[in-house]
């Protein structure tokens, strides 16, 4: 190993790891070495006494494994398009409702309404905390049409005074 740590990846550290358990090497010698190479790259003491931990019970991968029964934490674009339609068709949905059409928990969709969504429940229905880029572009034409037949009407009637 060189003192330059650029392209030196998990898995091949963990392999490096897996090298000097193999050699007899305790986790405190482990560490010094790859600390001496890799400087401020090196992983922490816990890190490679864990994985040496790991190597002791026979269980050689260096490979992260899927963990099971793990949540979804990833928002994907599609996730959120499928929840702000269940918004729209029903104003009165629950997230909870939600979560059950989708599969998912119902803190993620919880999460995506109020962040990517930034809706929020009022009276029981979902609105948005602010107007997004559309909503702002038609706010002013529309604003400026309230504004001129408001100053017809107003015209109409200081007239007749």
């Known amino acids: 190993m060189s ?4 392209g030196f990846n998990i898995m091949e550290t963990r392999a490096v790891i897996n090298f000097f358990f193999l050699q007899g090497k305790a ?3 482990i560490h010094a070495i790859l600390t001496e190479r890799l400087g401020e790259h090196a992983p922490s003491y816990a890190t490679v006494k864990r994985w040496v931990t790991q190597f002791k019970r026979s269980d050689f991968s260096t490979c992260v494994a899927p963990r099971p029964g793990r949540p979804k934490t990833v ?3 599609e996730i959120t398009e ?4 269940l918004i729209l068709v029903d104003r009165r949905i629950s997230a909870k409702s939600i979560a059950e059409q989708l599969g998912i928990s119902p803190e993620r969709v919880g999460s995506i309404i109020h962040e990517h969504l930034d809706t929020r429940n009022l009276s029981a229905k ?4 602010r107007l997004n880029a559309d909503q702002k572009r038609q706010w002013c034409p529309s604003s400026e049409q309230s504004l001129e037949f408001f100053g017809a009407i107003q015209m109409i009637f200081c007239r007749d005074l």
Not at 126 to 129: L, R
Request: aromatic share 6%; glycine share 6%.
């Open 82 to 85: 499928q929840i702000h339609e």
């Open 126 to 129: 979902w609105v948005p905390k």
């Open 27 to 29: 986790p405190k010698e």
């Open 75 to 77: 928002t994907t674009p």
């Open 3 to 6: 003192g330059d740590a650029r």
